[in-house]
């Protein structure tokens, strides 16, 4: 099993930057896949960004591209999204999750069904 913790949410002004956190414990070399996921009250769970976990591979939401990044620390077992120009559409609470593919799945690593191993979220709310 694996357990993953999130870190660093907060309120910041839109344009300004937050660094998100998300440390992984217990069984991590079951998983091969991690991701970053955000949701606001009624809408569907959106994928943010995604890391395979081997090669460093990155695959990021239209959305995001150019402005968050995802990045991994292994020898913490801590994955980071790092957000910059933040806008107020990005307010929502932020999901880190894990799991393994059986395949690099490219931008398929940013659906939520294929993980299964979720945290406890970390809200970001980004004002005008």
């Known amino acids: 099993r694996v357990q993953l913790e999130e870190s660093g949410g907060g309120s910041v002004q839109a344009g300004g930057s937050l660094r998100l956190s998300c440390a992984a414990s217990?069984?991590?070399?079951?998983?091969?896949?991690m991701g970053w996921f955000r949701q606001t009250l009624g809408k569907a769970r959106e994928g943010v960004a995604s890391i395979w976990t081997g090669s460093g591979d990155t695959v990021y939401a239209d959305s995001v591209k150019g402005r968050f990044t995802i990045s991994q620390d292994n020898n913490k077992n801590t994955v980071y999204l790092q957000m910059n120009s933040l806008k107020p559409e990005d307010t929502a609470m932020y999901y880190c999750?894990?799991?393994?593919?059986?395949?690099?799945?490219?931008?398929?690593?940013?659906?939520?069904?294929?993980?299964?191993?979720w945290g406890q979220g970390t809200q970001v709310t980004v004002s005008s």
């Open positions: 217990g069984d991590t070399y079951s998983t091969n896949s």
């Open positions: 999750a894990a799991t393994r593919l059986a395949t690099y799945a490219g931008v398929r690593s940013l659906d939520d069904f294929r993980y299964n191993y």
